[in-house]
């Protein structure tokens, strides 16, 4: 647990690429928690940098990344101060990822039993026989069909929606804690990324795994999760209750998000409209909000300093000055 009795927390955490034209402030101030049993959303357009908090916390960065600063606590540990043999058993054992394209993540030479039965001799330190039986069990835990038979398959000859279903096998084998799903239905059809978000609620909920859910993706967001932090350009823009922010929204860049993406429940059709514009280029983050250059109710103070989170009450924060007490009222 974190120091507030979090399973996982972040405080302040800043996680750069030094390329050779220069630093890229990828992730920049970012706190979050997620506590027991609890499903968190983390959305935002690509490169806001979701996956990358994720992949700090998870000692997965690639060799340009590097965490420069903050805390990662997880399980009352600090994941940063922990050696890579020590991060390898939280790895897969304690925290479980699905990542987007199962086809790159699972290898291809090897069956589907192997690599299971690979990760629970590894982690579970049970005989061949014992992880064979248990990933039989595990493969039928995810609706895969007859899994004595497709436990000596190869990835290949899996469809898309069964490879998502093998790689949530994978990830939930050592019965982890905290399971990371990275935009885990992105390259999947509609129906069968309804089957694989219902099957991870059901997982979560059988089985008490507390679930961080990355997405850019709203409508998941709203059918699976209880709290979301929406992310932008490397730090969090606003956090809370799912409801809060689909109903009460305090950040120009939230309200954004939320018009554009359909909404079958809006009596009057509307047109859907884009956030106008681009994010700002983190090898040279602006100095002040970074969302100011998009917002159209950036105010002078805007382009001068950035905002800190504003607490709006019960756990929904928001970094934008239009919450300070005397900043002027608008409707949003
Ligand atoms: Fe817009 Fe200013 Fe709020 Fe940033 S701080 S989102 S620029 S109003």
Known sequence: MGKDGHL????????SFFTHVGEVKAVDGVSLYIDRGETLGVVGESGSGKSVTM??????????????GGEILFSERSL????????????????????????????????????????LIKHKRVTKA??????????????????????????????????????????ICCDPCLLIADEPTTALDVTIQAQILELMKELSRG??????????????????????????????AESGAVRDIFHR????????????????????????????GHPPDLLKPPKGCAFAARCEYAMKICLASRPPSFEIGDGHNAACFLNHPDAPRVSM
């Open 55 to 68: 992949l700090s916390a998870m000692g997965l960065l690639p060799e340009t990344g590097r965490v420069i």
């Open 8 to 15: 996982l927390e972040m405080r302040n955490l800043r996680t």
């Open 130 to 171: 014992e992880a064979n039986r248990k990933a039989v069990e595990i493969l039928a835990s995810v609706m895969i069909p007859s899994p004595e038979k497709r436990i000596s398959q190869y990835p290949h000859e899996f469809s898309g929606g069964m490879r998502q279903r093998v790689m949530i096998a994978m990830a």
């Open 207 to 236: 089985r008490e795994t507390s679930v961080i859910l990355i997405t850019h993706d709203l409508g998941v967001v709203a059918g699976m999760c209880d709290r979301v932090n929406v992310m932008y350009a490397g730090q969090i």
């Open 249 to 276: 929204p305090r950040h120009p860049y939230t309200l954004g998000l939320l018009k554009s993406v359909p909404n079958p429940n809006r009596i009057q059709k509307e047109r859907l409209a884009p956030i106008k």
């Open 80 to 119: 940063a101060r922990l050696r890579e043999r020590e991060m390898e058993t939280v790895r897969g054992n304690e925290i479980g990822m699905i990542f987007q394209d199962p086809m790159t993540s699972l290898n291809p030479v090897f069956t589907i039993g192997n690599q299971i039965t690979e990760t």
